[in-house]
Every structure is written in C-alpha cells, then in structure tokens.
C-alpha cells in the first residue's frame, strides 16, 4: 500500500532533550517536506526536500533540522526543543514537485514540557 | 507574496444540505490551487486541485470546486452533506514564482448536524 509513515504518533519531551521524528514514503516520491498545524494558523512548512541531499528551508525553520540521505526518509530533528514546538508535525510527499497532489503521514502530536 | 484566506473558521450544516466553503487567495498569476480534507486523528487527503482549463473541477466524494479568477475564489461545493463529511477543510496555493512552498489557509471546521 501506497503510503507516507510518521513515528512515533504522540510523544512527550522535555525542554532541551533532542529527538527525532522519522518520516518514510514507499512510493520513490522526489519531494518531500515537514509541516507544523497550529490552532488558527493552518499548516506551515518546515522544511522540504527535493531529492536526495538537497534540502532547503520552508516558512518556518528556525529550532529545526533536516536531511535527505535516502530518497525514502526524511527525518525531522529538534535539537534542542522548546515549548513553542509543542504541535502537530506531518510529513508529506509527492513525486516531484509541490504543486502535485501531496500525500500526508497521520501526523506526530509533540508536546514539549 | 501569495496568501490564502478562508473566512469561516467554522460551518454548521444539516445532513443532506448543500455546502459551500469558501476560499479566496491572493497571486498577481493563475496559480495551482487545491483542497483537501483532514478527517479527525488523520493527515490530509487531496480532494481536488486546478491550474487550468475548465474551471468547475470535480473531485472526490462528491465535491466539486469552481476558480472564479475576478473574485480570487475557488469555492468548494457539495450538494448534499453526509454525516461523514463532518472534517476541517484546507484550502491551498501552490508553490509559485520560483519558491517551492505552498501557502495554507487556516482551515474551516464542518460541522454536520443529524
């Protein structure tokens, strides 16, 4: 089945403690991007990925890492996270480009405490 | 800059009654556009999307949406709702001019009423 994988789908952290939130898509997309959904303010985007080893920042970067080392994982790294990260994260993927149709993961719900 | 703005933060309907969510943006060009849907506890879903060509887009479960490009609208449209259609809606622009990022609107909140 065709699909984009997300874990874990909740986790709890604590301010400072770095983690990590794999992102995985069995479809060979090229495209692939992180976004963060907040009450009021919809989705923003994090970072994206157009193939493999070229990243580059979305709206909203800032507290967060990427990388691309194969074209089926797209890793979201907060190295240091803060209670302002606590949300709802969703990867997403599509075959080239973001202007086709985006599949999404079911999301990972962070809590930073 | 391109935004998307979706006015109703929330819609209330009875079950079989039609439904129109709106959705206006903002782009000096034609830019891709689409909706999708996200169910509770789930990720989005593509309903529809339009660049060109006929206007009036069909998409799934019933819905439908038209690009009206003197009011910068694509409305979405259902004439009848079904309890299950009860999700938040996105409205979104494509990634134009050279940036790769799409703009999200805020999201509408149906509510669907036995």
């Known amino acids: 089945e065709a699909q984009v994988t997300q874990n874990p789908r909740y986790l709890i952290t604590v301010t400072g403690k770095k983690l990590t939130v794999t992102c995985s898509q069995n479809?060979?997309?090229?495209?692939m991007s992180w976004y963060r959904q907040d009450p009021g303010l919809g989705l923003r985007q994090i970072y994206y990925?157009?193939?493999?080893?070229?990243?580059d920042k979305g709206d909203v970067p800032e507290g967060y890492k990427v990388s691309r080392k194969e074209k089926r994982n797209f890793p979201l790294i907060l190295e240091s996270p803060s209670p302002n990260q606590t949300s709802l994260y969703f990867c997403?993927?599509?075959?080239?480009?973001?202007?086709?149709?985006?599949?999404f993961g079911s999301g990972t719900q962070l809590s930073v405490l | 800059a391109q935004s998307v703005t979706q006015p109703d933060i929330h819609i209330t309907v009875s079950e079989g009654a039609s439904l129109e969510l709106r959705c206006n943006y903002s782009?000096?060009?034609?830019?891709?556009l689409f909706w999708y849907v996200q169910s509770p506890g789930q990720g989005l879903q593509l309903l529809l999307k339009y660049f060109s060509g006929d206007t009036l887009v069909q998409g799934i479960k019933g819905f439908e949406a038209e690009f009206k490009r003197s009011q910068s609208s694509f409305n979405l449209r259902k004439p009848s709702v079904h309890w299950s259609d009860a999700a938040e809606y996105f409205c979104a622009v494509g990634a134009t001019g050279g940036s790769y990022i799409p703009t999200f609107g805020r999201g509408t909140s149906l509510i669907v009423h036995p």
């Open positions: 990925s157009m193939n493999v080893e070229v990243t």
């Open positions: 997403a993927s599509s075959p080239r480009t973001a202007n086709e149709k985006l599949f």
């Open positions: 479809m060979n997309h090229e495209y």
């Open positions: 782009y000096g060009a034609t830019p891709y």
